[in-house]
């Protein structure tokens, strides 16, 4: 069994104008992760987050857990609920940190997936 951590932190800053003023704010989102690795196809995790605006004057936070299972090499699927949560289009675009139920998938793409084309390719310089 292990433990793994990950996290993210992301910022923006943005001037508004309003009537004859500019409002400026700055907006960071910071969240981590803690995956325990059940067995081979199975893992766990927790996840927490914060939203800081204007300048971390204000606060929103987000915690929840998620279990995904590795369906074949690469490709993993997952199913998780947010407790409390928040939402950040820009700096959360996927929605990581939403309040609610969450599925997910992901695919790794790497060199492996195409050496069917290295092949193809090379079998046509051959035959001109």
């Given at each position: 069994e292990s433990v793994r951590a990950s996290g993210r932190l992301g910022a923006k800053y943005e001037t508004v104008p309003l009537l004859s003023?500019?409002?400026?704010?700055?907006?960071?989102?910071?969240?981590?992760?803690?995956?325990?690795?059940?067995?081979?196809?199975w893992d766990f995790d927790?996840?927490?987050g914060v939203l800081g605006t204007n300048s971390f004057e204000e606060t929103r936070y987000s915690f929840g857990l998620g279990l995904s299972f590795l369906v074949t090499e690469g490709l993993?699927?997952?199913?998780?609920?947010?407790?409390?949560?928040?939402?950040?289009?820009?700096?959360?675009?996927?929605?990581?940190?939403r309040q609610g139920?969450?599925?997910?998938?992901?695919y790794k793409f790497d060199e492996d997936?195409?050496?069917?084309?290295?092949?193809?390719?090379?079998?046509?310089?051959?035959?001109?």
């Open positions: 003023e500019n409002f400026s704010s700055l907006t960071a989102v910071l969240d981590g992760r803690l995956i325990w690795d059940i067995n081979r196809r927790v996840h927490a993993r699927v997952g199913l998780g609920y947010n407790l409390t949560g928040f939402d950040e289009g820009d700096l959360d675009s996927e929605g990581y940190n139920f969450y599925i997910h998938a992901q997936l195409f050496h069917w084309l290295e092949s193809d390719l090379y079998r046509r310089e051959n035959e001109e």
